[in-house]
């Protein structure tokens, strides 16, 4: 039972596997925080699997991008395809960063949505094209490791950069237009779990550093997300009350 468990490393480390089932030390404080770390890892990597769905079909419903500024959303797609090549070239755990697969994947279809429904299906299929050329190079060992860790530390910035052009985007607006309610709450507590799992699985400081402005900044576009709704509602009271 004991060597079945510790080949499940998806949940335990094998030291943890063996504090536990082999030595019954149920009260390890650092094989606690190890698996909740993975535990919290793999439940954010299910997630991510619809995190921006909501997103995808508010975009497909409509046939609209309104409100969302298609160039955060390419520095948003720069900065989980960074971060998500650097750590499988890196050999971090997957829990550590598995969830930038599901998030790359629906971030580029709400890049190539947005240009589609824009008007511009071929710059669309072109960049598509692009992504994936790119995307092979940067997995397939053809990139050193210097560079993929050169485009992990721009993510920092990149990060800060791509959500304040968005959250611009919605104050110049007044609203915040296509912008999915339930993929900004879901992206604001998977970034902030991230920091704790980044920390354990990983200590590195680029990433810890990156999902900590990444908590920041997509705890600005909730605020904006609340703010505007509530207008919203009071508007349509105030012309309900003029009728």
């Not at 990139?143 to 919605?170: D, E, G, H």
Request: hydrophobic share 50%.
């Amino acid at each position: 039972m004991a060597q079945f468990v510790r080949k499940a490393t998806l949940l335990f480390t094998q030291e943890c596997a063996k504090e536990y089932f082999d030595k019954f030390n149920f009260l390890h404080v650092g094989c606690f925080k190890a698996t909740l770390s993975k535990t919290l890892g793999l439940g954010i990597i299910a997630g991510s699997l619809l995190v921006k769905v909501p997103q995808i079909v508010k975009i497909w419903k409509n046939k609209s991008g309104e409100g969302i500024n298609v160039f955060s959303v390419l520095l948003d797609l720069f900065a989980i395809t960074a971060m998500s090549s650097y750590s499988f070239i890196s050999g971090f755990p997957f829990s550590a960063w598995g969830d930038g697969i599901f998030l790359g994947l629906q971030t580029i279809t709400i890049a190539v949505l947005v240009m589609r429904f824009s008007g511009d299906t071929a710059k669309a299929t072109a960049f598509f094209s692009a992504y994936l050329a790119v995307l092979f190079a940067a997995i397939s060992g053809l990139t050193p490791i210097r560079v993929l860790w050169i485009c992990q530390a721009m993510n920092i910035p990149i990060v800060l950069i791509s959500k304040f052009i968005q959250a611009y985007t919605n104050y110049s607006n007044g609203n915040t237009g296509q912008l999915s309610a339930a993929t900004c709450f879901m992206l604001f507590f998977g970034s902030l779990a991230r920091i704790f799992t980044s920390i354990q699985e990983t200590g590195d400081t680029t990433m810890i550093t990156m999902y900590v402005c990444s908590t920041l900044t997509n705890s600005i576009i909730v605020a904006q997300l609340l703010y505007y709704w509530n207008a919203d509602v009071k508007k349509k009271e105030k012309i309900k009350k003029k009728r």
